[in-house]
């Protein structure tokens, strides 16, 4: 079985906390490509990363995926699974983890599915880029003019 390969991004307006995720799923990398943009409210850069790869696992439910991302936070989840869960998804202060509901989601799908996460550069010039690259900016620049196209509704 040949995962899918999945690539999500995702561009935030700070002041009104409305943001535009980006989903691109490809199973094969010369099929025509169809970028899936959602908006999503009251959040951040690092919520809405996470929003969007739930929303997208979902729609999809894929046996097996490899995530392409440029998320710091999707990438260091898995490293502070066992943190969160020691601690009951509290703060060393007692406190909830901020987006613990978001984060135990994450884990329950990627429990299920054969997940392999790559890490990749956003913003790169275009002679640089790989075919990898290149399709990573499909959905980074479908989220970013989604987000810029809106913003003068908010």
């Known amino acids: 079985m040949i995962p899918l390969m999945l690539f999500t991004d995702g561009s935030v307006h700070p002041p009104s906390r409305i943001g535009f995720g ?20 009251n959040t951040s ?4 990363e996470v929003e969007t790869l739930i929303w997208a696992l979902r729609i999809l439910q894929p046996q097996a995926v490899t995530l392409y991302t440029d998320s710091q936070t999707i990438m260091g989840l898995s490293g502070r699974r066992s943190r969160f869960e020691e601690r009951g998804y509290l703060t060393r202060q007692n406190k909830p983890v901020r987006l613990a509901d978001l984060y135990r989601e994450f884990f329950r799908l990627t429990d299920s599915i054969d997940c392999t996460f790559v890490k990749v550069k956003g913003h790169q010039r275009s002679r640089q880029k ?6 990573f900016s499909l959905v980074d620049r479908a989220s970013r003019q989604a987000m810029r196209s809106n913003t003068h509704c908010i």
């Open 130 to 135: 790989t075919e990898t690259d290149l399709l």
């Open 22 to 41: 980006a989903y691109l799923a490809v199973t094969d990398a010369s099929a025509s490509h169809e970028v899936q943009v959602k908006r999503f409210e």
């Open 45 to 48: 850069s690092s919520q809405l």
